[in-house]
């Protein structure tokens, strides 16, 4: 494995008397595809959001444990200093678009934190939309008019212009037709070639594991498998709850 670029350690979480985390323990290297496999309520969605330091009561109190990036422990640290300063962004479940802005709105909204030069931020706006021509053909359009599919890609293309070298996602392919799903794995396999890290969330726990380097499977707020994905695929346990088999 590379050197951890995200550590989560002995991490609990609550929800106000609910403890929803009971001491989970992670790494992320840096340029890995990291996921997170489990049932729902199993604590996937929290653990993103816990370490984007989302604050309550959207998101979960951090207990004790420590959450560290590049060495560093980042609890307490303001989500948009964790955006701005660490360049790690939470895609979330549901995409959480401004419907009422058009594509390009949505896609600027996202850069006034950045402290880059223009032709930076221009380059990206012309990265999103080669990877993403359909938002390219759209972006005068108002965004709650798009496709699920688009509002999807859109919700990554933010991500993108924010500057983030990390991305974690939740649910990208959920409401997505089987081709527009696939499209978007190719197109995140491609960021990571490039360099992009990412931590995943995924319903299709098949298709996760064919798309990460290593998974980690979360039941009821404790990890109680972990691998490289090849392995975890091949897991008795695994196979039998997650893959159908």
């Given at each position: 494995m590379n050197i951890p670029l995200l550590e989560v350690e002995n991490l609990h979480v609550k929800y106000g008397n609910i403890e929803a985390l009971h001491g989970i323990s992670f790494t992320v290297g840096q340029g890995e595809i990291v996921t997170l496999i489990g049932a729902n309520g199993a604590g996937k969605s929290t653990t993103l959001m816990a370490v984007a330091q989302l604050p309550p009561p959207e998101a979960p109190k951090i207990i004790s444990g420590d959450i560290r990036f590049a060495?560093?422990?980042?609890?307490?640290?303001?989500?948009d200093r964790v955006v701005a300063d660490l360049h790690l962004v939470l895609v979330p479940e549901g995409r959480h678009i401004f419907g009422n802005l058009t594509v390009e709105?949505?896609?600027k909204l996202a850069t006034y934190a950045r402290k880059?030069?223009?032709?930076?931020?221009?380059?990206?706006?012309?990265?999103?939309?080669?990877?993403?021509?359909?938002?390219?053909?759209?972006?005068?359009?108002?965004?709650?008019?798009?496709?699920?599919?688009?509002?999807?890609?859109?919700a990554v293309g933010r991500a993108l212009m924010s500057g983030c070298k990390f991305i974690m996602l939740d649910e990208p392919s959920m409401g997505l037709?089987?081709?527009?799903?696939?499209d978007m794995f190719r197109t995140l396999k491609e960021l990571n070639e490039e360099g992009m890290t990412i931590l995943l969330i995924e319903q299709n726990a098949h298709l996760a594991l064919k798309f990460a380097h290593r998974g980690y499977v979360i039941?009821?707020?404790?990890?109680?498998?972990?691998?490289?994905?090849?392995?975890?695929?091949?897991?008795?346990e695994v196979k039998k709850a997650y893959l159908g088999g």
């Open positions: 060495g560093q422990s980042i609890l307490g640290m303001a989500p709105e949505n896609l880059g030069d223009v032709n930076d931020i221009n380059r990206d706006y012309k990265r999103v939309y080669q990877l993403f021509p359909r938002l390219n053909e759209r972006k005068k359009q108002r965004s709650e008019s798009l496709s699920g599919g688009e509002q999807q890609m859109l037709a089987p081709l527009l799903m696939y039941d009821t707020g404790e990890i109680v498998a972990h691998g490289p994905c090849a392995t975890l695929m091949e897991n008795p």
